[in-house]
């Protein structure tokens, strides 16, 4: 087999992150179907029905079946092993292809999907202590500690984001499209440094290393054509050489 290009290899690499982009921007428009199904039908249990121990209105198992919680395999017993193959094998009869996750409730042992299942509402105390955690991240977020990224997306528009620089790659795989209105897959997510880069330092050292990339690229290539041109030339002196081939 030939040896690909590296223009080949990047058109392939492209495909395959196109690929797996608009995988992603179907599945979270089915888990978004999905949570307006739930809003549509009146899914969601209040606090006060799941502290009364209402069904889950996904699957109609209980939410809080008062069993403890589930115990590790190297602790079960034999009859509480084949108590939980069989709830295993239950589980997956029914959730083999809805390709989610599982929860349950602590001191409870029955499992939900996290498709099927609308997620438990959250006590008071959970409530505000998620909101101290998320009052407390923001409060500590500086301009000068994130970075701005330029998205591609599966619709070929460009989008641009923040993300706090411990972060290495952009880690979400589907953001607001506000052209297209729509949430769409990130193709390519490219660095484009500091968003407190008042004086452009950090942007230009990026370009100047960028440049550097693109010439050593284009040496690269430079090389291959001549090298291509030295067998063409080889081939073509082959072909008039006395007795060759071609003159017979």
Same mark, same amino acid.
């Given at each position: 087999?030939?040896?690909?290009?590296?223009?080949?290899?990047?058109?392939?690499?492209?495909?395959?992150?196109?690929?797996?982009?608009?995988?992603a921007e179907?599945?979270?428009?089915?888990?978004?179907?999905?949570?307006?199904?739930?809003?549509?039908?009146?899914?969601?249990?209040?606090?006060?029905?799941?502290?009364?121990?209402?069904?889950?209105?996904?699957?109609?198992?209980?939410?809080?079946?008062?069993?403890? =919680?589930?115990?590790?395999?190297?602790?079960?017993?034999?009859?509480?092993?084949?108590?939980?193959?069989?709830?295993?094998?239950?589980?997956?009869?029914?959730?083999?292809?809805?390709?989610?996750h599982r929860?349950?409730?602590?001191?409870?042992?029955?499992?939900?999907?996290?498709?099927?299942?609308?997620?438990?509402?959250?006590?008071?105390?959970?409530?505000?202590?998620?909101?101290?955690?998320?009052?407390?991240?923001?409060?500590?977020?500086?301009?000068?500690?994130?970075?701005?990224?330029?998205?591609?997306?599966?619709?070929?528009?460009?989008?641009?984001?923040?993300?706090?620089?411990?972060?290495?790659?952009?880690?979400?795989?589907?953001? =607001?499209?506000?052209?297209?209105?729509?949430?769409?897959?990130?193709?390519?997510?490219?660095?484009?440094?500091?968003?407190?880069?008042?004086?452009?330092?950090?942007?230009?050292?990026?370009?100047?290393?960028?440049l550097q990339?693109?010439?050593?690229?284009?040496?690269?290539?430079?090389?291959?054509?001549?090298?291509?041109?030295?067998?063409?030339?080889?081939?073509?002196?082959?072909?008039?050489?006395?007795?060759?081939?071609?003159?017979?």
């Open positions: 087999m030939a040896k690909l290009t590296e223009e080949e290899r990047e058109r392939r690499a492209l495909m395959r992150a196109r690929r797996e982009a608009l995988a179907q599945e979270d428009r089915r888990r978004e179907e999905r949570r307006q199904k739930w809003v549509r039908d009146g899914a969601y249990l209040s606090r006060e029905e799941f502290e009364a121990g209402e069904p889950c209105r996904g699957c109609g198992e209980p939410l809080l079946d008062q069993r403890g =919680d589930r115990l590790a395999l190297a602790q079960m017993t034999p009859e509480q092993r084949e108590e939980h193959d069989r709830e295993e094998a239950r589980y997956l009869e029914r959730h083999s292809e809805c390709r989610s929860w349950s409730i602590q001191g409870s042992r029955t499992l939900h999907c996290g498709y099927c299942c609308p997620p438990h509402p959250l006590s008071h105390r959970q409530i505000e202590h998620i909101s101290r955690i998320f009052a407390s991240v923001k409060s500590e977020v500086r301009k000068r500690d994130l970075d701005d990224w330029d998205l591609t997306l599966t619709c070929d528009h460009m989008v641009r984001v923040t993300q706090h620089r411990d972060h290495d790659y952009y880690s979400r795989r589907v953001v =607001d499209c506000p052209t297209c209105s729509a949430r769409r897959g990130v193709v390519q997510a490219h660095r484009i440094g500091p968003t407190d880069d008042a004086e452009g330092r950090v942007r230009t050292a990026r370009l100047v290393e960028e990339a693109a010439e050593a690229k284009l040496e690269r290539q430079n090389k291959a054509i001549t090298k291509t041109q030295r067998r063409i030339e080889e081939l073509g002196a082959q072909l008039r050489a006395p007795g060759s081939a071609a003159d017979e």
